[in-house]
T-cell receptor, first 115, second 114 residues
Framework: GENVGLHLPTLSVQEGDNSIINCAYS??????FIWYKQESGKGPQFIID?????DKRQGQRVTVLLNKTVKHLSLQIAATQPGDSAVYFC??????????????FGKGTLLTVNP | NAGVMQNPRHLVRRRGQEARLRCSPM?????VYWYRQLPEEGLKFMVY????????ESGMPKERFSAEFPKEGPSILRIQQVVRGDSAAYFC????????????FGSGTRLTVV
């Protein structure tokens, strides 16, 4: 069945370093991926997305890389700041049977930024 | 634009009671999605509603759970005869159309069953 998961449950970095959060997925039919940030006590906040016809997309301080060959997704955060401390989730949309509204989330990675 | 509003933020219920969770979508959004998040887990899809219609409830438990999105007023997720395993964070999201490209999540309702 479909599965979205993360390699590392926790990641601790120094302020100013770059962070890389990884995600593996198993559904080759997935055509859209999103990274969310969730701070304690809050709902998921959209960070960046990527469609399956791309392998890289950049935002402000964030980059998402998609490797469809090995079904791997990563989020890179440049110059990590204390405000980046949160749980990061990848989510996929398999868009099967017309259900282009349903997201499947991974378990999440806790990013801790040390000042 | 107030965003997706959920209330209450925290809800404590004793086993066997009913829990009602409310979600007001963003202005202009007519599509509502409910997700559940167990401790240290990712969010799991429960149900998708449009005004007065349940489009997909494939993620809803078969018993005790129901959802509605009336013509007027917020969407309601109702859990009857709550059990300890229902303790979780329940998130609502809304979008202007039937897709997840414009998903906006609320801050959630944290349900604790004692």
């Amino acid at each position: 069945g479909e599965n979205v998961g993360l390699h590392l449950p926790t990641l601790s970095v120094q302020e100013g370093d770059n962070s890389i959060i990884n995600c593996a997925y198993s559904n080759s039919a997935s055509d859209y991926f999103i990274w969310y940030k969730q701070e304690s006590g809050k709902g998921p906040q959209f960070i960046i997305d990527i469609r399956s016809n791309m392998d890289k997309r950049q935002g402000q301080r964030v980059t998402v890389l998609l490797n469809k060959t090995v079904k791997h997704l990563s989020l890179q955060i440049a110059a990590t700041q204390p405000g980046d401390s949160a749980v990061y989730f990848c989510a996929e949309n398999a868009n099967s049977g017309g259900s282009n509204y349903k997201l499947t989330f991974g378990k999440g990675t806790l990013l801790t930024v040390n000042p | 634009n107030a965003g997706v509003m959920q209330n209450p933020r925290h809800l404590v219920r004793r086993r066997g009671q009913e829990a009602r969770l409310r979600c007001s979508p963003m202005k202009g959004h007519s599509h509502v999605y409910w997700y559940r998040q167990l401790p240290e887990e990712g969010l799991k899809f429960m149900v998708y509603l449009q005004k007065e219609n349940i489009i997909d409830e494939s993620g809803m438990p078969k018993e005790r759970f129901s959802a509605e999105f009336p013509k007027e007023g917020p969407s309601i997720l109702r859990i009857q005869q709550v059990v300890r395993g229902d303790s979780a964070a329940y998130f609502c999201a809304s979008s202007p159309a039937q897709d997840n490209y414009g998903y906006t999540f609320g801050s959630g309702t944290r349900l604790t069953v004692v």
